[in-house]
């Protein structure tokens, strides 16, 4: 693993007493990381902030979690505060490990890796963070499904809807540039380090990884597999039954209720029991349709979403290895 200061400590400040609203001033195709509490409180951390914060300080329903953005790997991962014995609290150390953000809690000066959640460096080292089950989408999606829903406000501007002074803050071309370059890491971000090489031909690097770990095994679902699949795939991570969705642009993984799924065709005639806002989200299994983002059906079930990360392939790989991908 190759450790590198790129930044000042907290030079990305974290957000630690953030603060949510009914609306929100960015556009609808944003996309958000959707918490949602034990109790039913139910929050979207949009992307856009998250890329100059990086991190989220926040408690949900009395349990302190840590909503992390890695915007160089794209790792969505949404952790439990909570380790050897005592609440955490985290910032940005400003390094890179393998070019993945590399945090730093404030209690025990620990650092920690974010795609993996692992510490690597100081009192807690060898500890790794407990992954909660988080659901990334588009905040249009997010407003859809969760009426009474919150979601972040921003730091810098007023962030009321259509807020021009927050949307500068937070503006997203910079991201949206190396989300479409050909390589990838630090070097293509800013310019910097070595230039990074990927001998995969079966998907890119950047290609979105939905990533489960589980008992000792790793398994990575990429998108292009999972379409290939027929937008549903069927698996067992460390002696638990997954079904993962590919819906729009991402994947949703849940605990596998022994179904076959086939995706609901928009001409199939069953337009009436689609509980969500695309048909090409709808999966049908056992005399109902499913939604593949939520997991509820039509009938008023709902499957158990499972804890994973989402992230690109090159992270995914850094971590855990050329061959823990779903069909290799």
Not at 227 to 256: K, N, P, W
Request: aromatic share 10%; glycine share 14%.
């Amino acid at each position: 693993m190759q450790v590198r200061d790129v930044l000042p400590r907290d030079a990305i400040p974290s957000i630690d007493d953030p603060t949510f609203d009914g609306e929100y001033f960015g556009d609808g195709d944003d996309v958000v990381i959707v918490v949602e509490g034990a109790s039913g409180t139910v929050r979207a951390y949009p992307v856009r902030i998250l890329s100059y914060h990086e991190i989220v300080n926040d408690e949900i329903d009395g349990r302190p979690v840590a909503v992390t953005w890695c915007p160089i790997c794209g790792s969505a991962v949404v952790f439990d505060r909570r380790a050897d014995g005592r609440v955490l609290t985290f910032g940005t150390s400003g390094k890179l490990a393998d070019d993945g953000l590399v945090m730093y809690d404030r209690e025990t000066d620990s650092e920690w890796r974010q795609p993996s959640g692992e510490a690597i460096a100081g009192a807690l080292d060898g500890r790794t963070l407990d992954v909660l089950s988080a659901t990334v989408t588009t905040y249009e999606r997010f407003a859809v499904d969760h009426p009474e829903g919150r979601v972040l406000r921003p730091v810098k501007g007023t962030g009321g809807p259509g807020d021009p002074s927050a949307r500068k803050h937070y503006e997203m071309a910079p991201y949206e540039e190396y989300e479409r370059a050909t390589d990838f890491g630090l070097y293509a971000m800013r310019g910097e380090g070595e230039r990074r090489e990927w001998n995969r031909a079966d998907f890119g690097p950047k290609t979105v990884v939905l990533g489960i770990t589980r008992e000792g095994e790793a398994v990575g679902y990429s998108l292009p597999r999972v379409r290939d699949a027929g937008g549903v795939v069927t698996d067992s991570v460390g002696g638990l039954d997954v079904v993962v969705f590919a819906a729009g642009d991402e994947l949703h993984a849940f605990e596998g209720p022994g179904y076959d799924f086939e995706r609901v065709d928009d001409s199939d005639g069953r337009a009436g029991e689609r509980t969500g806002t695309d048909g090409s989200d709808q999966f049908r299994a056992d005399g109902t349709n499913w939604d593949g983002v939520t997991g509820e059906s039509a009938d008023g079930r709902a499957l158990n979403p499972v804890p994973a990360r989402r992230l690109y392939a090159f992270a995914w790989q850094d971590d855990h290895g050329s061959d823990a991908f779903y069909g290799r």
